[in-house]
């Protein structure tokens, strides 16, 4: 080794043992004047701060900062002159670490250069009344300050360091509390021209950051990460913050904010792109991320936000958000809209100087496009405004194959082609259980439209219609539909649909005007029945498809519940081998009855009136009818019945001009036929012109009685009666027949199909010999001679109606 390094070693280690020897000096010394050096500290404090400052106890710290030297203070705490009213220590923490100059030791004056805080609280408290603990660090008056001075230099603080500190500002007065907890923090500061700029590395968690504690709190637990550079102006008391990166929740923002101490005013400005919906939702105050939670936006998004407001005022700051996002997928209670592409923003001050609360608050979304259902919509301009009550507005347009529609229609239609068009404007609610009245203007046009209504099976074709809504109603106009058998006409109207659609379909009612050239009701049968459940196949994993729509299900729960006012005007209807021509009739339909108010038609030659009404029960309808009917050929009319039950007595038995009037009760099927055995009631009759043609039970008297008479074709003067329906049998009361081949009184009960039992008094005088008699004559004449008494039953085998001698018993 040389020997000038040797000398050079030699030099440097006596130069290092020097240097040790002094700083186990130094901390020798500051460890036997620790009890001068805690009141020196305290008595600094104390001299500039309004408050009393305690130190535990004092320590050198030897490793933490060598060369230099730290000195350890324990148990510090900082309290105001009202510390025994509020209990609320403005500082309490359980170790200090200070960073000293080790040469300024010497001269009795203390230097600091670094302080370190850990595990303590920083509470700023202002009771209701407005006083502050924080008065405890106003700095004295000037004369104290000056007598200070003479003791020497303030020390200078060039960096600080917080770990696990607990900082509060619960400022009761303003309703505002900000509630940090510090894990880490890491700051330096330099000086120029009373400037300040301040670096600090952190990681802390906020509990609260509210400026209204009514409103909520920001940032609501949230992580913040960051490294910051600010900046203090001290003449004007304001400290910036450029805008720079800070990750919350592990999510990168860029953030800039003003805070003016002399005007207490402040502004925060926030960036964020590719941030999901819900965690930007999430950083904002409960009274605006709760109006928010009814929605979902699925993709990340940009966001801008730009938050002003007052730090010594009560209330709410000024927010003003926006965001844009492309291809999204925006989750609501309505379901979910796909393949969105819209910007927006929300505003605490829709109306300027109205205040910044919910009610004047407004989330607004511009050049809304997206698919709902599979159904492209397309909006302008869509506002939600009043947030206490949400309203939503907006117009939409839409233009779209009706296949589109099957998905949302769920188990009432399904469409096999046409096209729609749309353009609506609609404000209401989108709060559940909101009492907000929904508006409605606008148009859906269909065009070519097929489908198929699936609880009755009904097949509707070449259909065009549009549906009109004017506030709370809709006007259905210019409806062209067709069946396989039947063509309609229809317009129609039905009122309060919007407010009664969820909370009260039994209540709607829809009115309609109905003209045809023809209809054919055997296909409206299925009316008669119980709807039927369709299950939809839906695809597996799709969200959209499992998900229930509420709306579609409530189509079909209107459709079922409300009533229907109807007034046709057919051309010709059919139905089974019922026709009728000219038919005017008003009909309602309620949720368990089919009400015939008034059926006017011609039928058969005549004319028919009828009123009534079904009660719907399932496989068996109760019916109630009454009918006037005027001048029909009876035998059409008993064709058209299916012969009212009868098996003996045909439409081809019988011929004339039949007037009656009925009331009858019975059962219908839900296929449409009459129940056997159930007709009830009265039927008053006239026949005129009348004829019984080959009716087998009196062509066999032919034989055996009657030999020279016509039996086969049977031509009465005008018969009369009321008969009396009951179920299984028609009774007959007591009547006189006149006709051209034998007269005979009448009575008995006919049997359906079996249990008849008619008795039948006939003069063997014949009626053809008397044709010039006057009808004086014919009366007085008409017991005179021989008088036969059969008996008809159907007691012979088959059921059979057989006709036998016998007289009715006394």
Request: hydrophobic residues 40%; glycine residues 6%.
């Amino acid at each position: 080794m040389p020997k000038w390094l040797r000398i050079c070693l030699k030099t440097g280690a006596v130069l290092l043992g020097i240097v040790f020897l002094l700083w186990l000096a130094l901390a020798f010394y500051i460890q036997q004047h620790r009890r001068e050096l805690a009141a020196q500290l305290i008595e600094r404090a104390n001299r500039r701060l309004n408050g009393k400052l305690t130190i535990g106890d004092i320590s050198p710290s030897l490793l933490r900062s060598f060369p230099q030297v730290s000195l350890a203070l324990d148990n510090v705490e900082l309290r105001d002159s009202l510390y025994n009213r509020h209990r609320h220590s403005l500082l309490a923490v359980k170790r200090i670490f200070v960073k000293v100059n080790t040469f300024t030791l010497l001269r009795h004056h203390l230097d600091v250069k670094e302080i370190t805080l850990e595990n303590g609280v920083f509470y700023a408290y202002t009771n209701p009344q407005g006083y502050t603990n924080m008065s405890a660090m106003k700095r004295r008056s000037r004369t104290a300050e000056k007598e200070g001075s003479r003791a020497g230099r303030e020390a200078d603080i060039a960096r600080l360091e917080l770990h696990n500190i607990h900082f509060v500002v619960d400022n009761q007065w303003k309703h505002k509390l900000f509630d940090i907890q510090v894990h880490s923090l890491k700051g330096s500061a330099d000086a120029d021209d009373g400037n300040w700029r301040f670096h600090i590395r952190t990681r802390l968690l906020v509990n609260s950051f509210a400026f209204n504690l009514q409103r909520g709190s920001f940032l609501k637990n949230k992580t913040l990460e960051t490294n910051l550079e600010l900046n203090f102006n001290r003449p004007d008391k304001v400290l910036s913050i450029p805008a720079q990166r800070i990750n919350i929740n592990d999510q990168p923002y860029n953030i800039g904010a003003t805070f003016n101490f002399n005007t207490h005013n402040f502004i925060l400005n926030i960036t964020a792109e590719n941030v999901l919906f819900r965690n930007a939702a999430s950083t904002l105050s409960d009274n605006i991320s709760c109006k928010l939670d009814s929605i979902d936006i699925q993709k990340p998004m940009n966001v801008e936000a730009h938050i002003a407001g007052y730090l010594n005022r009560p209330g709410t700051p000024r927010v003003l958000v926006k965001w844009n996002t492309a291809d999204n997928t925006l989750v609501t209670k309505a379901g979910e809209w796909t393949n969105c592409s819209f910007s927006g923003s929300y505003n605490n001050e829709r109306h300027p100087g109205m205040g910044y609360t919910d009610e004047n608050s407004a989330i607004t979304f511009y050049g809304f496009k997206a698919r709902w259902w599979g159904l492209p919509f397309s909006a302008d301009t869509i506002d939600i405004v009043n947030l206490k009550h949400p309203v939503l507005s907006g117009r939409f347009k839409s233009d779209f194959n009706l296949q589109d529609l099957n998905d949302l229609t769920g188990e009432t239609f399904r469409f096999t082609q046409g096209t729609a068009t749309a353009s609506l404007f609609y404000r209401g609610g989108i709060a559940d259980g909101d009492t907000i009245t929904p508006y409605m203007e606008g148009a859906i046009k269909l065009q070519n439209g097929a489908m198929e209504y699936l609880p009755r099976s009904m097949q509707i074709n070449n259909c065009f219609a549009t549906i009109a809504f004017n506030g709370q109603d809709v006007y259905v106009l210019n409806v062209h539909m067709q069946s396989a058998k039947s063509e309609l006409q229809m317009e129609g109207s039905i009122r309060n649909l919007l407010r009664l659609y969820f909370n009260a379909p039994e209540k709607i009612l829809m009115d309609w005007n109905i003209t045809s050239p023809r209809v054919d009701l055997n296909e409206f049968r299925y009316f008669l029945s119980p709807r039927k459940t369709t299950v939809r196949a839906t695809k597996a994993g799709s969200r959209q498809q499992r998900k229930a729509s509420r709306l579609a299900k409530q189509l079909g729960v209107v459709l079922e519940l409300c009533n229907v006012n109807m007034r046709l005007h057919l051309g010709q209807l059919s139905y089974q081998h019922f026709n009728a021509q000219q038919v005017e009739a008003q009909l309602s339909l309620t949720q368990s009855d089919i009400l015939l108010q008034k059926i006017a038609l011609a039928h058969a030659g005549g004319s028919l009136q009828l009123s009534g009404a079904i009660r719907q029960q399932g496989s068996s309808n109760r019916f109630k009818l009454h009918a006037n009917i005027n001048n029909v050929h009876i035998n059409q009319l008993f064709y058209a019945f299916n012969n009212f039950g009868m098996e003996s007595l045909t439409s081809r038995n019988l011929r004339g001009l039949l007037s009656a009037q009925a009331d009858i009760t019975g059962n219908l099927y839900d296929g449409g036929s009459i129940a056997p055995h159930s007709l009830y009631g009265t039927v008053s009759f006239n026949l005129r012109q009348g004829a019984l043609l080959n009716f087998e039970p009196l062509e066999g008297l032919a034989s055996l009685v009657f030999f020279n008479r016509n039996l086969s074709e049977i031509r009465f003067e005008n018969l009369k009666n009321t008969l009396q329906l009951q179920g299984n049998k028609i009774i007959i009361p007591p009547m006189q027949i006149n006709s051209t081949a034998l007269n005979m009184d009448v009575t008995g009960v006919y049997g359906m199909p079996a249990g008849t039992d008619i008795y039948m008094d006939v003069p063997l005088r014949n009626p053809k010999k008397e044709e010039d008699a006057t009808k004086a004559e014919k009366k007085e004449r008409r017991k005179k001679g021989i008088v036969i008494h059969l008996h008809a039953t159907d007691e012979g085998k088959g059921g059979k109606v057989k006709i036998k001698l016998g007289k009715k018993p006394a």
